[in-house]
């Protein structure tokens, strides 16, 4: 049996109700979250918040919010990539969260809306990635922060994301990334673990939307054996910055998240690693039903920076 916090039991309650999915388009689903109304939460004070425009090519720009925590600076510079199978979410979903990190970790966080499948399919949202760190690194100063300590971190596809651009930035000389911050990532499309079996359906992410998610994102069956699609299976995983990896306890992800953090440490990068009790995939999202546990995420992710010293 699953090991289910109450307040995730009734979040599943809910999740369970909606329709599949899988079986819609992806511009239905998006229009059907749309209309669904938005919680109050919280929001944690900052000094600023504005959402600016960065190119990604020579017709086409992306949205990314950046959050300016209080106090003199220059701040770290936080850049988070939101989860959704890279078909769905923006930065709206993660608001609230990054509003958290920027004001417990005293970072700038910049949240990158990258463009979706299965209108841009791989490669374009990990191009948009990593297009999102080198603007951050060429105007991280302009909005007070220091670009010679730049963060990567993301949820679910988002932790993905993350860490693959930090091996493109290894690849390429740079931008140099001083930590990566990966939540519940997906980091291997063919979904062979044993908790994509034990929690297969009903807990947040079902593996019928995973396939749903790959099929819309991936162009050919040779994609899935890309490693800036499927990092864990990269053959050289050297070089990298020092990360940390959180899962939840309930998730499909789960395990190929803590494969990934033993494939790091194999290759010598510093990783820790920390799983949410209790937790489903996707809570990191939901500021209203999960505040506590994305506060103690925080707080873990917070004492891994520090500890880095980045």
């Known amino acids: ?92 979903s993660t608001d609230a969260s990054c509003r958290m990190i920027a004001n417990r970790t005293e970072s700038i966080v910049v949240s990158v809306n990258y463009r979706l499948a299965p209108e841009y399919k791989f490669p374009t949202p990990v191009e948009d990635a990593y297009s999102a760190l080198q603007w951050v690194y060429e105007k991280g100063t302009s909005f007070n922060g220091d670009v010679s300590r730049l963060v990567v971190g993301g949820d679910s596809v988002g932790g993905n994301l993350a860490t693959v651009v930090t091996m493109m930035a290894r690849d390429k000389k740079g931008p140099c990334i001083a930590a990566q911050v990966l939540l519940y990532p997906a980091t291997n499309l063919e ?24 099929d819309h994102y991936l162009g050919n069956e040779e994609d899935r054996f890309n490693e800036f699609a499927s990092p864990l299976i990269s053959q050289d995983l050297s070089g990298l910055p020092p990360a940390i990896v959180i899962t939840a306890e309930n998730d499909v992800l789960r395990d190929e998240g803590m494969a990934y953090v033993e494939r790091l440490k194999k290759f010598g990068v510093h990783v820790e690693y920390a799983c949410e009790p209790g937790m489903v995939h996707g809570f990191f999202a939901h500021m209203a039903i999960f505040s506590k546990n994305i506060e103690s995420t925080v707080s873990t992710i917070d004492k891994f920076l520090s500890s880095v010293k980045y």
């Open 191 to 214: 979904f062979n673990t044993e908790s994509h079996q034990t929690f297969a359906k009903g807990f947040g992410l079902d593996r019928e939307q995973l396939l749903w998610f790959r």
């Open 1 to 92: 049996m699953a090991n289910l916090d109450p307040q995730a039991e009734k979040y599943l309650q809910a999740f369970n109700q909606m329709p599949p999915i899988h079986k819609m388009d992806p511009k239905r689903v998006r229009e059907m979250l749309s209309k669904a109304p938005r919680p109050d939460v919280k929001l944690e004070p900052l000094s600023k918040v504005e959402d600016l425009m960065l190119p990604v090519s020579q017709e086409e720009e992306i949205k990314c919010r950046v959050y300016i925590p209080e106090g003199q600076g220059p701040f770290p510079l936080f850049i988070y990539y939101h989860g959704g199978g890279w078909v769905l979410g923006d930065i709206e």
